[in-house]
């Protein structure tokens, strides 16, 4: 099963890593990081960059997409070639997936609508411009489309995955192996858990996280 | 304030990017992503890999180490430059953090003796051969030493870390920036919550996460 990562200037590290420590322990899974040109591609806060191995040209077939968000996604949005190069990949997978802000490259790309998607919470309300029904779900299933809310959902909706693909016990085995049990010290790690400041105060800045 | 990240080939790489997306979120942090030689590092699953910016030789004086584990710890607990490299820098710290196995390598270079510390479940055995005293919690505080459990383990850390350097109200902004209100799939998170046959199956096989 190969699994293509895209990766593109000002996405965020953790909506790819999450996923993949979950998804590249299962059995026989081939992940590939792509981007439009292979080398090293930054991600959002800069200090850290992730290795594209192979131009998008070259994965032309994955079985898998997984689709991460983040700042960057405002360049993607208008950018031709990497949403045709969505559109093609999807003809063929099995699941095609997203973390965070992006689910409106999926959905830019045509290929959301009418479903259910999650995505960032600050990116959620701009879903419905691409035809898709946006969830405030962690976690959002609709056919070969599965979607996660930001950043750190993507662990959540991986663990889904492996489930679904290989199984509950490799599942729980991986969740084992990395040690998932998590023990966040805020109780705000949702809009509907945050205190309504902060999140209107996020609102109105976005920080660094999602098209402006 | 500088946080300089040690990579090495067979890290872990979520043990890395957990820390990373909350740490850089911190105001006046700069992340120095740093190893024996600048350059692409592989992580333990291979087809992921991070760039180094800097040779250690240019990252002396950090104010926060963050070390990783990962099936690479191995090598490089034999590695003397990496070790001597370790405690250089750690003269200098305010903080001395770790995620999974990557306090072996902490204690190893003789940082962490009669120090409480938390490690990977596997590898948490380890610890007492370098004189450090294993804890079972999840992020464990002892001085400037903050050290997590396994992979994940390390967003809680870094949660835990910015509260502490910037406050509760930053680090509560950059939990809900990152979506951070999980929701494991499975219960098994942990060797306290999962099935004994479950742990005692990865035990043995140990699987690609640890020293062997």
Partial sequence: M???????EGFTGLDVVGPYEILSRMPGAEVVFTAVQAGPVRTDMASLALTADRPLSEVTSPDMLVVP???????VLADTAVL???????AGTTWTTSVCSGSLLLAAAGLLRGRRAASHWIALEHLPL????????????????????GVSAGIDLALHLAGRIA???????????VEYDPEPPYAVGSVAAAPPDLVASLRSTQLAVLPR
Same sequence: chains 1, 2.
């Avoid at 968000?69 to 360049?75: D, F, H, L, N, Y």
């Avoid at 045709?84 to 999807?90: E, F, G, V």
């Avoid at 691409?130 to 809310?149: C, E, I, L, N, W």
């Fill in 130 to 149: 691409f035809g898709a029904v946006p969830s405030t779900d962690r976690v959002v299933f609709d056919g070969k489309y599965a979607t996660a809310a």
């Fill in 84 to 90: 045709d190069w969505l559109r093609a990949a999807d």
């Fill in 2 to 8: 190969q699994i293509a990562v895209l990766l593109y």
């Fill in 167 to 177: 199984g509950d016990a490799v599942a729980e085995a991986i969740q084992l192996v």
């Fill in 69 to 75: 968000g983040g700042p960057g996604t405002e360049q």
